[in-house]
Structure formats: structure tokens, C-alpha cells
């Protein structure tokens, strides 16, 4: 840097010395040399100073460093040392904890050898007492356990009915309040006729000489007509009337409303009975369709395949217990949509499925299965959704139930066959239902006698007094409830009593 100064300084001289000597001519050129001259020597001054002062300031900088360093040093090896001291610490902190577990351990393991000593002593004991209290009392210990656990059974079953009793009737107070709710509401929106007219298979004459000409010459008209209709024509001795038999409802009411206007027409004879029989097929057909679309319209319900409203107006025909199959199918739909309604779902899909579930009954003379198995096998071949499909394959309980949709038609299919005249059944088929009821009531252990009341609604049951207890008796009417559920089908609900008396006679002589 000094020489550097020295340099630019000597350079700077040599540059005005150039220019003073450009500038003054030979007369004043010692003046100028002198000049020159002071001017060499003050920057060699200057340079000088310049020098001295820059070795000064870089030895404050080099002093100053240092310091900082050295201070630096010190504070480094200061936390160095103060590490070391807490890691010192810590050595010895974890010496004394080891030392502290091994004597825990040593201590631990005396008090297991005592306790193992102290429970061998306890064994010891209580054999000898076991075997002083079976000496007592002169049973063995299984024989003492075997009584002691049938008490304890006989105590437990009877908290476990009492129980029982306390849960089953807040279940029903909870679940059946909203239920009762959604059923009523439902039942009284939808008023319907008691019972459907039953279907028609006898058809009155004016006289019995019409008989003769409903048989023809050799049995020519009668053999014509049952060939063209596929229905039975039974002539018998009824008077003033013949039956007409066919498992095919369609069939039965196209025969039936040619036959009367046969009669009408009074013109018996092949030719006349086949024309008749086309005309009352195309009448029949056009009655489907308008009663398969009027139920679509009645129903709300939108965009159903064809060969599904045909099938529909096909169930006008179809009467099943005295109920007819479409009246009871539109009433299904509309409890369907009312309840779907209450609980905030879909409605349309409801009623479609309510107004389907019992489709399979109009074909069932010609397929195979179970009228829910085939109602829901055509949903599913005409494009029916889901949900429709498994309502109509589940409202019998045939298949396991996937959705709420299945529960709202069974309760709905429920409803409609429980009202007044809606299900008539044969005095046999009624005898029957009511011995299965008391039979399954007198199989349960403790039942002395069973009688089913009131139309099979309900089932009196009387228990032996000494084998039971009031415990028992909520437990046993719970059992008997869940066994009739089990094994039998009926409308509505049937009501299980278990009563248990106590009676006791003397004589006074």
C-alpha cells in the first residue's frame, strides 16, 4: 500500500512536472524544477503520513480480532467445562438409580418367593378345609357346586326375566310410539272397503233348458267352447247356473263374458262361439291395459315398461283370499307412499314398489315359484330399479331385507291384509292355525295348559305354580311370542298371556 501511495504520488509529480513544463517556457524552467521539487517532497510526506496511519489503523484491527478471539476461546471452553460438569452429573445420577433398581429387584424377588410361599400355604389350607366342610357336610365338592350353581341359575333366570320384561316393554314404548304414529297416520289417510267381492265363476241361466243348448248336439258347443277358452264348463245339477273352472283368471273372464252373451245372443253353435270368444278376448285384453294404466295413474307412478302395465291390469282378474289382487295392490302403494313420506324418503320409489310387490300373482299359474320370486324376477327383466326389485322379492320374508324400502311394503303388504274382511279362510285352514298355536305353547317345559282365543289373536297359556316363578313367566310368554314368530305366517299380531295361580282348597267337615 506505501509503495502503492509512492507510486501514484511520484506519478502525479511527473504529470504536473509535464504540464508545468509544457505550460512555462525555458525562462522560468528552474522555477518550475524547484516547484517540482516541493512537490516531490510534500507527496513523499503525505505518502508517508498516509503510511503510518494505515500501519496504525490495521494494528487496532489486528488488536481487536484478537480480542475477539480470545474471547471467543474462553466462552467456548466455558460451556466445554460446564458440559463436562452435567455430564458428570448425570454418570453419577445414573449409578445411583441402577444401584436403586438392583436393590428393587432384589426386593421384588424376596417378596415373590414369600407370596409363592404364603399362596402354597393358603392351598394347603383351603384343601384341608374343603375337605373338613365335605366331612361336615357329608357331600363332595362337585355335589356342593352342582347346587350351588342351580341356585345360582335359578336366581339368574329369574333377574334375567324380569329383565327382560323391564327392556322388552321400553322397547316397545319407544319404538312403538313412532311406529303406531306412522301406521295410523297411514291406515287413516287411505280409506277402503272392508272386503273385495269375490270372483265369478258361477254364471246364471234364465232357464234350465239353456243347458241342453250350451251342450249341443253331441256335446259339440260345449267341447268348441272349452277347446277356444282353456276353461272347464261344468254343467251339473245346480239349478239354473253352470260353473266355470280355470286356474287362469284371464281366461275365466273371457269365457264368462262370451258365455253370457251367448246366452244373450241365443245363437249356440261353433261358429257363433268362436267369434264371440275373439270379441270378448279383445274386450278383456283392452280392460287389462286400461286397468293396468288407470292403476299407474291412480298410484303416480311414471314410466313403467309396457308388458308391466299389462301384467298389472292382469291382477284385476286375480283375487287371493276374497281380496282382489290389484285393489289390494294399488291400497299397498298408497301405505307405502304415505309411510315413505313420514319417515322422509323417497315416495315415487315406495309406491312403485307397492304397487309391483305383488305382480308376480298374475303369473304365477304359469311359472314356476313363489309369486314374490317371480314378480321380482320380471322388475328385474323389464329394468326395474334396485331397490323395487328387492322390496318384491323380500315382502314375504323368502329372501333377507337390504333396505327400508323392503320393511315399508312388508308393513304395508301387513296392513292392507290385516283389515276387516280382507283375508277369508277355510274353517279347516282356521282349525289348524289355531291347534298349531296351542301346540307350540304346550311345548315349552312348565305349561300345564294352552287355549288360543279370540280368533287366533291370542293365546292363553296357564303354568305350573310350583316349577315357575313370576321371573319365569315374563321369560316363558317372551320365548312362546318369538317361537310362534318363528314358525308360523299370519296377519297382524297375536297376543301371548302366561298366567301362573297359586290355589289352594280345604274342606271344613
Known amino acids: 500500500m506505501i509503495l502503492l501511495y509512492l507510486t501514484i504520488g511520484f506519478a502525479l509529480g511527473a504529470g504536473v512536472a509535464v504540464v508545468i513544463y509544457k505550460i512555462f517556457d525555458n525562462s522560468r524552467l528552474s522555477g518550475v524544477k524547484n516547484k517540482i521539487a516541493d512537490l516531490q517532497k510534500e507527496a513523499a510526506d503525505s505518502a508517508e503520513r498516509i503510511k503510518k496511519e494505515r500501519i496504525a489503523e490495521a494494528k487496532d484491527e489486528i488488536f481487536k480480532f484478537r480480542q475477539d478471539a ?9 460451556e466445554l467445562q460446564r458440559a463436562e460438569r ?73 333377574v334375567i326375566g324380569l329383565r327382560l320384561k323391564e327392556l ?6 319407544e319404538a312403538e310410539r313412532k ?52 276353461v272347464d264348463l261344468i254343467v251339473d245339477d245346480t239349478p239354473e247356473a253352470v260353473t266355470l273352472s280355470s286356474f287362469d283368471p284371464v281366461r275365466r273372464e273371457i269365457a264368462r263374458l262370451s258365455l253370457e252373451r251367448l246366452i244373450i245372443d241365443g245363437r249356440i253353435h261353433p261358429a257363433r262361439i268362436e267369434e264371440l270368444i275373439e270379441k270378448a278376448a279383445r274386450d278383456v285384453e283392452e280392460q287389462i291395459v286400461e286397468a293396468g294404466e288407470a292403476s299407474l295413474l291412480e298410484a303416480g307412478i311414471k314410466n313403467l315398461h309396457p308388458e308391466l302395465i299389462r301384467t298389472i291390469g292382469q291382477l284385476k282378474f286375480r283375487f287371493s ?22 319417515l322422509g324418503i323417497d315416495e315415487e320409489i315406495s309406491r312403485r314398489a307397492g304397487l309391483l310387490h305383488d305382480i308376480g300373482k298374475a303369473v304365477d299359474h304359469q311359472v314356476e315359484g313363489t309369486h314374490a320370486a317371480i ?22 320374508d323368502n ?31 282356521y282349525i289348524k292355525r289355531l291347534e298349531k298355536l ?29 316349577n315357575t316363578d313370576d321371573g319365569t313367566v315374563h321369560k316363558l310368554a317372551y320365548d312362546i311370542a318369538r317361537k310362534i314368530e318363528e314358525e308360523m305366517k299370519y296377519p297382524g299380531q297375536i297376543k301371548v298371556t302366561v298366567s301362573r295361580e297359586m290355589r289352594s282348597t280345604e274342606y271344613a267337615k
Open 375 to 396: 314378480g321380482a324376477d320380471l322388475a328385474r327383466r323389464f329394468g326395474e330399479r334396485a331397490e323395487v326389485i328387492s322390496a318384491i322379492a323380500s315382502h314375504h
Open 438 to 466: 296351542e301346540e307350540l305353547a304346550q311345548a315349552f317345559a312348565g305349561v300345564s295348559k294352552a287355549y288360543a282365543i279370540q280368533a287366533g289373536r291370542e293365546v292363553r297359556v296357564l303354568v305350573l305354580p310350583n
Open 179 to 230: 311406529a303406531r304414529d306412522i301406521i295410523i297416520t297411514a291406515v287413516q289417510r287411505l280409506a277402503v272397503e272392508h272386503s273385495s267381492d269375490a270372483t265369478v265363476s258361477v254364471v246364471p241361466l234364465p232357464t234350465d233348458d239353456m243347458k241342453g243348448r250350451i251342450i249341443g248336439r253331441e256335446g259339440r258347443n260345449i267341447r268348441a267352447f272349452e277347446t277356444l277358452t282353456g
Open 70 to 78: 480470545e474471547k471467543d476461546i474462553r466462552e467456548r471452553r466455558g
Open 86 to 158: 452435567k455430564i458428570e452429573q448425570k454418570e453419577e445420577n445414573l449409578d445411583r438409580k441402577l444401584d436403586k433398581v438392583a436393590h428393587k429387584e432384589d426386593e421384588l424377588r424376596r417378596k415373590h418367593e414369600d407370596l409363592e410361599q404364603r399362596i402354597s400355604e393358603a392351598e394347603n389350607v383351603l384343601k384341608q378345609q374343603v375337605t373338613r366342610l365335605e366331612e361336615i357336610a357329608g357331600m363332595k365338592r362337585e355335589e356342593a357346586q352342582e347346587i350351588l350353581l342351580r341356585k345360582t341359575e335359578e336366581e339368574a333366570q329369574y
Open 168 to 173: 322388552e316393554e321400553k322397547a316397545k314404548r
Open 399 to 429: 329372501v333377507e331385507v337390504k333396505n327400508i324400502y323392503d320393511v315399508i311394503v312388508a308393513c304395508a303388504d301387513a296392513i292392507s291384509a290385516s283389515r276387516p274382511g280382507a283375508r277369508r279362510e277355510s274353517l279347516e285352514a
Open 321 to 342: 283370499y276374497g281380496q282382489n289382487a290389484l285393489s289390494h295392490s294399488l291400497e299397498v302403494a298408497h301405505i307405502s307412499g304415505i309411510i315413505a313420506a313420514e
